[in-house]
Structures are given as C-alpha cells and as structure tokens.
C-alpha cells in the first residue's frame, strides 16, 4: 500500500522560514505529481502548491512569492520551503501524491496523514 510520510511540521515564529517534506513508499511505478494541501480550522482543505515530474508548478495565490515547492523524483519526496511565515498561514498541512501503479494502470491519489504547522505571533 502507498504511504505518505510527512515530516517538518511545528512552530515557528512569524517571519521565519520552515520546510516540510512528504516521502512516498510502497508500489509506485510512476508519480505523476505530488504536493500540498492545507486545512485551518473550520476552513476548507485548499491548495498550496503542486509540482508534476517534469516540474511543472501550481501555486495558490495567496503563497506566490513565499512558499517554494520542489521534488526529488528518485527518492518519490517532495519538499516546501516557507518562508515569510505569517499567523494566517496556520493549519495542517496534506501531502497528496498522484501516481499509476504499472505501465497500464491509471493514476490514483493518495494522501498523508497530515502535520499540524503552526506559526506564532
């Protein structure tokens, strides 16, 4: 079964900076695209950013600028570095992965458990 491992997440002042990172496993022949997603409390779960395996990037509107998104497609592990931290960006934060499990399959999404991230005033 694949598993995502999220890692890095915490507290942290605002104004600094942070990376998380999210590692697949299991039986993956190809990933397609892996990302994040944030969930605050009594908020919607909502995009941060998203990368595909020719590193093609999606980001929200609201991180532009500040969140940095990047993969290591040998190891299936996908980074984000934050930096610009502020309050508002408070919530628990998703890594998802979009992959096929053989040459003929077709995709599928998995999705971490979540980390809780955290920022400070």
């Known amino acids: 079964q694949v598993q995502l491992v999220e890692s890095g997440g915490g507290l942290v002042q605002a104004g600094g900076s942070l990376r998380l990172s999210c590692a697949a496993s299991?039986?993956?022949?190809?990933?397609?695209?892996m990302g994040w997603y944030r969930q605050a409390p009594g908020k919607q779960r909502e995009l941060v950013a998203t990368?595909?395996?020719?590193?093609?990037?999606n980001y929200a509107d609201s991180v532009k600028g500040r969140f940095t998104i990047s993969r290591h497609n040998v190891k299936n592990t996908v980074y984000v570095k934050m930096n610009s931290l502020k309050p508002v960006y408070t919530a628990v934060y998703f890594c998802?992965?979009?992959?096929?499990?053989?040459?003929?399959?077709?995709?599928?999404?998995?999705w971490g458990q979540g980390t809780q991230f955290t920022v400070s005033y």
């Open positions: 998802y992965a979009k992959y096929v499990r053989s040459l003929v399959s077709t995709y599928l999404k998995v």
């Open positions: 990368i595909t395996s020719g590193g093609l990037t």
């Open positions: 299991g039986t993956i022949f190809s990933i397609n695209a």
